[in-house]
């Protein structure tokens, strides 16, 4: 079965850094977006940002300078750098990729604390 697998993720202090990597074992990797979002308590899942097949990406404005997307093709993954994390960074981070033909997948998501 087709899955999305996330890594990384825990406690952090504020200021502080973490690497989260989501690895897709399906086909045509290269062809798909990959995406990150997360869910604090009480809200809504939102999108954090994306990348597309051809290496478009697009950030929420307030991760903007401090959160990084990549994807390596030949290994299926893609992975979201943060630095200077802030407790509002605090949530649970699903990785989700968007099929070339039409709908959509999700990791089970990873929790990132972020202390102050």
């Known amino acids: 079965q087709v899955k999305l697998e996330e890594s990384g993720g825990g406690l952090v202090e504020a200021g502080g850094s973490m690497r989260l990597s989501c690895k897709y074992s399906?086909?045509?990797?290269?062809?798909?977006?990959m995406a990150w979002y997360r869910q604090a308590p009480g809200n809504a899942r939102e999108l954090v940002t994306n990348?597309?097949?051809?290496?478009?990406?697009n950030y929420k404005d307030s991760v903007k300078g401090r959160f990084t997307i990549s994807r390596d093709n030949a290994q299926n993954t893609a992975d979201l750098q943060m630095n200077d994390l802030r407790p509002e960074d605090t949530a649970v981070y699903y990785c989700?990729?968007?099929?070339?033909?039409?709908?959509?997948?999700w990791g089970k998501g990873t929790l990132v604390a972020v202390s102050s």
């Open positions: 989700n990729l968007q099929y070339w033909s039409g709908g959509d997948t």
């Open positions: 990348i597309t097949g051809g290496g478009r990406i």
């Open positions: 399906g086909n045509f990797f290269h062809l798909n977006t």
